[in-house]
């Protein structure tokens, strides 16, 4: 079967992805990294940045966590041929974290 395969290699690269991240983390972790030093370190790039302040989209951030969860899902589903279950619990949680998703209590996809 294909998709077996393809479940397969999801699984190790959804493995891998969680295994940098959580490196990540216990590096970022141990040593925080100083604003003055963060410049330095990002080379010449600090210089291109504008002095504003950060401003969030406008809007709830569950919807735009909700809008990017769906988009994802739609693509696990439909184009990768993922089951829905499968993708809805191990696809999509870098544009929607597990507790933004949490939230969103009814899942439906069309298939028609």
Known sequence: MENKGLVRRMGVLIS????LSLVDHWLGSTKRIASAELG????GSAVLELDTVYVPPPGDPLVH???GFAKILCSAVFISGLDEEFAADNVGFF???Y??????????????
């Open 40 to 43: 330095q370190a990002r080379g």
């Open 65 to 67: 966590h909700t809008a």
């Open 95 to 97: 544009t929607s974290p």
């Open 99 to 112: 507790r933004a998703r949490a939230k969103v209590v009814e899942r439906v996809v069309d298939r028609e």
């Open 16 to 19: 891998a992805v969680l295994v």
